[in-house]
């Protein structure tokens, strides 16, 4: 063989190869299915407004009220994608928002998650109105829209740092994460969700998003999710009281106070 041929022949190993590299590098995201949650993080202003970053956290059947404090593995780094594309400084950031969301097209009975941030870290939030069939195919095709359409998270490239965890650039079309949170005079994933808003911001402390299940056979409480300053998110699935168990327990305990008053006056 000449040393033309064989200087020929080495080039195309060494372009096949790198191509290969480049292809390995810039694999898609896997395709979402139905009943997997998703966590995506967006900014009103500042560094990143004009991209939000979404990832894929696994199917709902792991988010249930049944197990202890969980660290959510296999995402890879976030809060590397995280500081890429908000700063270093995203997580005091009160410009910064995340929310939990998902979706199971159930045969035409849609069942749909939503995040609600906590008022107050120990303090369940409060769901919003439980949703007809209607409303929930109607949120359903939205959510749909930003994993499934041209442009949503369906083909994007996978980041450097999670296998699961893309950037989608911000638009106005129905496929973008932006529109649909961000659009001011209707509701977050459509008119018809009711839901003034699923996303929580950080900043002013410590953000908490507790997830709830809307199907027909009503509203349920899955768990909660936390994420820390390098990234790495947390569901809790260990019970709180309520805000009206909240009450009651300060009812009795003002009633134990007034008893032992009594008890105290008599003695």
Request: negative net charge; proline residues 4%.
């Amino acid at each position: 063989m000449s040393i033309k041929k064989t200087l020929t022949t080495i080039g195309l190993v060494l372009v096949g190869t790198l191509m290969g590299n480049l292809s390995a590098n810039a694999a898609l995201v896997p395709d979402p299915v139905s009943n997997d949650i998703f966590v995506s993080f967006r900014a009103s202003g500042g560094q990143g407004a004009s991209t939000s970053y979404i990832v894929n956290l696994g199917q709902a059947s792991q988010f249930t009220e049944s197990g202890p404090l969980t660290i959510l593995s296999g995402l890879g780094n976030i809060g590397a994608d995280l500081t890429a594309n908000f700063g270093s400084d995203w997580y005091t950031r009160t410009d910064v928002y995340w929310s939990i969301y998902g979706h199971n097209t159930n045969g035409g009975n849609p069942i749909i998650y939503g995040s609600v941030e906590r008022a107050l870290d120990d303090v369940r939030s409060t769901p919003y109105p439980a949703l007809d069939q209607s409303s929930r195919q109607n949120v359903d095709s939205q959510i749909v829209s930003v994993l499934e359409q041209t442009g949503g998270y369906k083909g994007l490239t996978a980041t450097a740092n999670s296998p699961v965890g893309a950037f989608q650039a911000n638009s106005t079309s129905a496929s973008s994460y932006n529109f649909q949170v961000a659009t001011p005079g209707t509701s977050d994933f459509g008119s018809l969700s009711g839901w003034t808003t699923i996303e929580g911001s950080f900043g002013t402390g410590d953000s908490v998003l507790d997830l709830w299940r809307y199907a027909g056979s009503g509203t349920t409480y899955r768990g909660n999710f936390t994420i820390d300053n390098a990234g790495v998110i947390s569901f809790n699935t260990a019970a709180v009281p309520e805000p009206s168990t909240y009450a009651l327990l300060a009812i009795a305990g003002i009633a134990l106070l007034f008893m032992r008053h009594r008890r105290s006056v008599r003695a």
